[in-house]
């Protein structure tokens, strides 16, 4: 690869990605921010409205991909502080960035947070409610194994949902998406992170995601039933649901 990363080269992908989350976690929520022009915030409410937590001390959610917390807090306060939210990241600077969020909003009695990979969760059988995933299992070397991992880790009648960005399905916003993300965000990350590379791979795992219906199926494929999704935003971004039966 062009990256400049040596160890990155050695780690592959996921190599990559590690040296990415590494290196922005304390900017990452304000890149996130200037990247998406605040729309993740709509699509991550959008995410918890659809899950509709129940107000139950008993209710386990996984957060997987979980990074500096934004699923798992608006999780645990949609429920009224009642749900538990498990922040799984397998990047400790994102967790620390995560843990330190959770405190200041004192949520630190409802979340926890856990050092893992996605493939190989430290979990047994059957532990969770919900499994959620948001723009993260696009990183992840192999999202058959991960997807498998989900089902595993759930109840029998536990809901799965994974965000992440998609394919854009109207003309006009694919060409606006084309220049914003090949042109603007590379730039944006040179300008807030100091290397535009990153980024640059980054857009490239958009484009190489496979698109709503080709994903749908492979999360059948791992098990799940009842599998749909919901375009947010002319499918720059879609959330997948799916339920272990
Ligand atoms: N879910 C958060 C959000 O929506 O703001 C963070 C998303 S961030 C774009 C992607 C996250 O995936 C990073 O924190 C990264 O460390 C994590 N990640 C990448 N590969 C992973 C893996 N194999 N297992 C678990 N987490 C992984």
Known sequence: ????????????????????????????????????????RL????????LNPPKRPDYAVLDVAGGTGDIAFRIVESSGRQAHATVLDI?????????????KRRLDG????????????????????????????????????????AYRVLKRGGRF??????????????????????????????????????????VESIRKFPNQKDFATTIEQAGFSRVKWTNYTGGIAALHSGWKL
């Open 161 to 202: 949902l994974c965000l992440e960005f998609s394919e854009v399905d109207a003309p006009m916003l694919d060409r606006l998406y084309d220049a914003w993300s090949f042109n603007a965000i590379p730039r944006l990350g040179r300008m807030i992170t100091g290397d535009s590379e990153p980024y640059q791979y980054l």
């Open 110 to 149: 409802c979340v926890d947070f856990v050092e893992a990979n996605a493939e190989d969760l430290p979990f047994e059988n059957g532990r969770f409610d919900a499994y959620t995933i948001a723009f993260g299992i696009r990183n992840v070397p192999d999202i058959p194994r991960a997807l498998s991992e």
């Open 91 to 103: 990047n400790g600077s994102m967790l620390q960035v995560g843990r330190e969020r959770a405190e």
């Open 43 to 50: 699509w991550k409410d959008a995410m918890v409205t659809a």
């Open 1 to 40: 690869t062009s990256y400049g990363f040596t160890e990155v080269e050695q780690g592959g992908k996921q190599g990559l990605v590690d040296e990415v989350f590494h290196g922005v976690a304390r900017r990452y929520d304000i890149m996130n921010d200037a990247m998406s022009g605040g729309m993740h």
